[in-house]
């Protein structure tokens, strides 16, 4: 798995690629955690490139909005691929997060600015 990430405005965009498993999910969860430890506030997961993502990534998913709470922060999923859906709905998730189709709705949902 790789991790990209892109400031756009006052949001941060973090973007897994590949599968976000047993094995890589620490990986994430550093990553996110380490942006949320020097003030990320406003960030959008990106999801496009994830290919599969197991209950280990969900735990990290779940640990950004715990911390993002609302008035602490906003964190909005998007680009959620049809087996990474699959898994958020049968796990029952998909009313915990702000789940928008796209990048731009995303940031628009967190308060971010537009990255174009």
Known sequence: MEIGEEKAGEALVIAPFGRVDSVSSGELERHVVGRLDAGARRVVIDLARV???SSAGLR?????A???????????????GP?????????????LFAVEPGREQALARVGGASTT
Do not use: D, H, N, W
């Open 60 to 64: 990290v998913l779940l640990i950004a």
């Open 83 to 95: 087996s990474v859906r699959t898994v958020l709905e049968l796990a029952g998730f998909m009313s």
């Open 51 to 53: 290919e599969y993502i």
């Open 66 to 80: 715990k911390r993002l709470k609302p008035p602490q922060g906003a964190l909005a999923l998007c680009g959620l």
